[in-house]
């Protein structure tokens, strides 16, 4: 059924307010009224509740009003006071009115809906023309509608200004008026605009206008067509564009200044995309390579003019560069025209926008093949930006602030990339779309608005769907609900983009030119054409030595050095004439008045109309070569002086690499003279080949200075046996130097060695000795660390394991920065160490430590308890470093905490077998005492209550000693098929005093048939046994045990369930665990050993089976499940009485001769009298080994009980020696011990015995053994 509305509520309780508010007033009137008139005031509210919340609430209150009238007349005239045909008449009345008064009320309440509904609908239309209105008056763009024939019928204000126009003026003209031409060319363009709106349903384009003042201008249009009461009107919409224009022109005016000076500078120039894609080279690069623009532009096609070896590191610098957006610069070879390579000093530079993002790449490559001929080059960029965004859309808005629903027009959502639909109408899905940086500008805006009940203009970005961002202008104003409170806003939303991005790309070409001079590597300076610097970049002021501002006004003449030639100020002055571009090499005078040496490539610049504009000067800074080739000279004299003396060897070698001279260092170096080699070519030498070192000496030979890296060279490899040194072999680096004609060309190599082959034979001992330290270290099992202060220098795997690190470079920091990360803490406190309390950090100030520390792992959340043995490591008497050993003894902390629990467990187990032994022995000592009394009838149930201590003592016994076997692993199984019911019940037997004892009802639920087990029923018995025991101890008198038994596929569950104490949630693990008790209920009275459990454990594991234990906590009771496989097929062995004799047996006992040996003698004494007083027996007794002997040499028994364990002759030794005798060779003797295991047994049937009863000995077991006995003939003699 579903749930009234809240206006029907409403409604029905208007109608109850209604009938209550009359009630009050009658009441009010009662005194005045009396009796009279109790219905009339209920007319009237019956007639309000049908004006204003319907006929059903006036229904309802007619009944209600009915009711408490007849109420009230009944109250005050008495039941029978007023006669029955006047009640009926008064409330007949009543429903009549009150009939006419829901009629006349519901009339009413209809005309007043309908003239609530048609102020709405009025509202409606007046807010929808306020609209309209608003839209066209606060649009950004001029909207003007014109009727078929083209005639302008209407124009908004943004029209108006945009022509320059007043309000109206432009009505009447036709829209080809305003043409930037004669009126027919204007007519023809606007019907050429309508043939294509009628074939393509609308027109868009650009235009030249020209406003009412004769300024011409672009204009972007856009007309549509609509139709309004079947007339059809063309609406144009329409911006100005003029500043795009100009910017776009400007764009391509500065483009073609920056390729012109590009063209004009020698070195080679290129630019590339913000991905490292080449785009332009200038034309040194056509000149300098031979290639044509096609394959030089194609897919990396320039690379075929890098050298093959130089291109795998070039793309590798190029990648990184690219990916870093970083300067990069590269020494590479670069093929000429002719084919011959030359080196060149490739730099790249990014250009970066405003926001700091890369646009573009701009390199040179500097032919240096006068210091190097190689370059390596890389190349970055970034892709071009694309502004060809559409400008100008717009659409409207309606934003109900109430409801928080905003109404778009249809083409709102293409404008910001949604397709239709995709907007969701809600305040916050448009706050989505805005830019996150300028969401808080619009919201402020919006926000002001609503505040000052003002409009609003804000320009701001969007992010669409396709991940673009674009530029809205939005416009709005408030509208209020009557009451002052705002209720509406009403606006609409301009694309700007287009706008916005040609700002853009016009600052990103003031950047990328920008970056050309504040980038670039070498020096740039703008001058005017009568020399004045107009700009410079930083590296011309840098090689100068005057700032950038020192040089506005001043003339590149006035820092030249005055003793140039005067022809070089004449070129520049003839570079408007032509040639337009010059290189020459000049001295400038810095302002410190040094003297800098320069290449200066002069180009001149021209404007747009190819008029000159200014000059250009790109300048090199030559000064380091002009010295070096001074210098070269000037050495070259003194070298030939100084290589005689020269204290180290000294080769030279002519251009072909035959030896022209050495001096005598080289001699003792490699034990050669001069003639010797006569016939040597180094350019040949295949061990130099083979070494790889030859490559960089035919450097050398090709004009470029190289230095060799060490080798190890043996000349008689390459010219045997002409070194009268024993072991020629030396360790040499080398530094090959050309020698050069004026004209440039390799004369000589001067090759000069450096002898280190002491150095590295010692290097080699060190690092031999280092192998072997890193060895010793790794195959140390502990953490091994070495280092110093600013971090490890060696560490083993086990050093980073044990902290979580995984690579040896984790460590390789300060012990602060590393103490950052790892947690390091005292054992006993918790407290973390400080960096200087850290070992190690002791250490390397000199102590020698050995301490224990827990350290926190940094790949997870676990302790590792370390000791931590810390010494500084000394180096001729000064502290060099420090070493660590961390041993890991997590495991050793967690062993002695177990030894701890488990002496703890261990007193608790003594102290609670103390307890145990003393339960029993405190009732046989009362039961003793009594029974030195009379007898009054009582001493039965006290011998009986005596007995059952004695049981108890037994089976406390026997389970400390199946405890033994199992931790000696000696428990065994003596399996049989067994039925499971009968051992069940064989086992509740035995509990039945304990249960009856405290008073326990106990529920046994078995199956109806057979249960076939394969076990030992003796050790099953043993399980269930000590269940029930359990569940009756732990259970308050009076308690309730359930026992079931039930199949579960190959297994049997038994249940053993009660409504004891309960088990702790945590003690639930550790709860079959030797030893382990409740500790909370240690104190209980009957409280166990803590060993029953865990040997019920361990009793079920060996069946094959398993035992689980369940509690819902302390109070709750407890529940154990164990499950055993069943055997099917087999058949059970027929159940064994239990402890009874058959009736066959019953009987007086044989009389004969038995001798006891015990040195227990209460335990002889009590034992002779009960076979002696009680069963007839003639008895001895013996307290030990020798006496036994002696007694039974006299006294010639028929049956020896003998102790075991006696003091000296064990009874072992005593069974032996009477085994020897031939009169006692086939005696029977029973062994009496404490001692049961099957390994005592044997040791007793292998001395001689023929039985072995365990102690206490059941004085029943010992009759019926005695009377199986069948006396054996002793020998004749005997």
Sequence with gaps: ??????????????????????????????????????????????????????????????????????????????????????????????????????????????????????????????GHLALQALVLESMTEGVSIADEDGTIVYTNPAEDRLFGYGPGELVGRHLGSRNDGPPEEGARFVAGAIERLKAEGSWSGEWRSRRK??????????????????????????????????????????????????????????????????????????????????????????REAVHPDDQARLDAMRASAVGE??????????????????????????????????????????DIDDRRRSEEALRRGEERLRLALEAGRMGTWDWDIGTGRVEWSDNLPEIHGLPSGGFDGTMEGFRLLIHPEDRGRVEAAVAASIEGRSGYEVEFRVLRPDGSVGWMSGNGKVYDDGGGRPSRMIGVGMDITGRKLAEERLRASEAQYRAVYDQATVGIAEVDLAGRFLRANDRYCAIVGYGAEELIGLRFHDITHPDDPPANLERFGRVAEGPSSYTIEKRYVRKDGTTVWCRAAVSLIRDGGERPERVVAVVEDVTERRRAEAALLESEGRFRGLMEQAPFSVQVLDPDGRTLAVNRAWEDLWGLTLDRIADYNVLADAQLEAKGVLPLIRRAFDGQPARIPAIEYDPNETIPGRTRHGDPRRWVAAVAYPLK?????????????????DRMRAEEVAERR??????????????????????????????????????????????????????????????????????????????????????????????????????????????????????????????????????????????????????????????????????D??????????????????????????????????????????????????????????????????????????????????????????????????????????????????????????????????????????????????????????????LVRTLVELHGGSISANSEGPGRGSEFLVRLPVSPGATPEPARPKGGRNDD???????????????????????????????????????????????????????????????????????????????????PLVALTGWGQEADRRRSREAGFDHHLVKPVDPDHLVELLRNIVPRPTSPDG
């Excluded at 063309?234 to 500043?243: I, M, P």
């Excluded at 623009?293 to 320039?302: I, N, T, V, Y």
């Excluded at 002791?842 to 810390?870: F, K, M, Q, S």
Aim: glycine share 10%; net charge neutral; with cysteine.
């Design 1 to 126: 059924m579903s749930q009234p509305s809240r206006p029907t509520l409403a409604r029905y309780g208007g109608a109850i307010l209604a009938v209550l508010l009359a009630t009050v007033a009658r009441l009010a009137l009662r005194p005045a009224l009396g009796a009279q008139y109790p219905f009339g005031i209920y007319v009237v509210a019956v007639a309000l509740a049908a004006w204003l919340c319907g006929t059903g609430p006036a229904v309802l209150a007619l009944a209600s009003g009915g009711l408490l009238g007849l109420t009230l007349s009944l109250s005050h005239s008495g039941m029978g006071a007023l006669p029955e045909g006047a009640l009926l008449t008064r409330v007949g009345l009543y429903l009549v009115l009150g009939v006419g008064a829901i009629r006349i009320g519901r009339a009413f309440r209809a005309v007043r809906l309908r003239l609530e509904r048609e102020a709405e609908g009025r509202r409606r239309a007046e």
């Design 213 to 302: 003042d004769g300024t011409p201008f672009w204009a972007f249009a856009r007309i549509t067509e609509i139709t309004r009461d079947g007339r059809r009107y063309r609406v144009c919409v329409q911006e100005d564009v003029t500043g795009r224009k100009a910017a776009e022109a400007a764009l391509r005016e500065r483009e073609g200044q920056l390729r012109q000076l590009a063209d004009s500078m020698p070195q080679i120039v290129w630019t590339a995309t913000a991905a490292g894609a080449v785009d332009s080279f200038n034309g040194r690069w056509f000149e300098y390579t031979g290639m044509t623009p096609e394959a030089s532009l194609a897919r990396d096609g320039w």
């Design 325 to 366: 957006g970083e300067l990069f610069d590269a020494e590479v070879r670069l093929r000429r025209a002719d084919g011959a390579y030359r080196w060149h000093l490739v730099r790249s530079a990014p250009a970066r926008d405003e926001d700091g993002r890369v646009t573009r790449r701009f390199g040179t490559a500097t």
């Design 741 to 757: 004609d004026p004209a440039g060309r390799v004369r000589e190599v001067v090759l000069v060695h450096d002898d280190i082959t």
């Design 770 to 935: 280092a192998a072997e330290l890193d060895a010793v270290i790794d195959s140390i099992p502990d953490a091994v660390y070495v280092g110093t202060a600013e971090g490890m220098t060696k560490c083993n795997a086990n050093a980073l394991e044990m902290l979580g690190f995984t690579s040896p470079a984790d460590l390789r920091r300060g012990i602060a920065d590393l103490m950052g990360e790892i947690s390091v803490r005292w054992p006993g406190s918790g407290e973390p160490l400080k960096p200087e309390e850290l070992q190690f950090a002791r250490a390397l100030r000199g102590e020698t430590v050995i301490e224990e520390v827990v350290i926190r792992r940094v790949d997870r959340d676990e302790d590792v308890h370390v000791r931590v043995a810390a010494a500084p490591v000394l180096l001729n008497g000064k502290i060099a470093g420090a070493v660590a050993v961390n041993s890991d003894v997590t495991e050793r902390r967690r062993f002695e905490e177990q030894l701890r629990d488990a002496d703890r467990r261990k007193d608790d187990f003594l102290a609670t077998l103390a307890h145990e032994l003393r339960n029993p022995l405190a009732p046989i000592r009362t039961a003793l005492h009594l029974m030195r009394e009379p007898d």
């Design 937 to 1094: 009838g009582g001493h039965e149930r006290v011998r009986a209550m005596a007995e059952r201590q004695v049981v108890h003592l037994a089976r406390l016994i026997d389970d400390l000693m199946d405890v033994a076997r199992i931790s000696k692993g000696r428990l065994e199984l003596h399996r049989e098929v067994v039925d499971l019911n009968t051992v069940v019940r064989q086992a509740v037997e035995t509990a039945r005093p304990q249960l009856d004892d405290r008073g326990h009802r106990l529920s046994v639920s078995l199956p109806g048939g057979p249960i076939r087990l394969e076990a030992d029923p003796t050790r099953l018995e043993q399980v269930f046994w000590n269940l029930l025991n359990n569940a009756a101890k732990y259970t308050g008198p009076g308690g309730r045990i359930d026992l079931t038994a039930e199949a579960e596929g190959s297994q049997v569950l038994v249940r053993v369930k009660d409504t004891g104490i309960g088990i702790e949630p945590a003690m639930l693990p550790r709860l079959f665990q030797m030893f382990v008790q409740l500790g909370e209920h240690r104190d209980h009275s009957q409280g166990g050993l803590g060993i029953g459990l865990g």
């Design 1145 to 1227: 047996d019953e009987g007086p006992l044989p009389r004969r001769r038995i001798l006891i040996v015990d040195d227990n003698v209460d335990a002889a004494v009590v034992m002779a009298r009960v076979l002696a007083r009680i069963h007839g027996q003639e008895v001895e007794v013996a307290h030990d080994g020798p006496s036994a002997l002696e007694v039974a040499a006299r006294f010639r028994p028929e049956v020896v009980l003998l102790d075991i364990g006696l003091p000296g002759m064990d009874g072992h030794e005593v069974a032996r020696r009477l085994r020897g005798l031939p009169e006692f060779e086939r005696t």
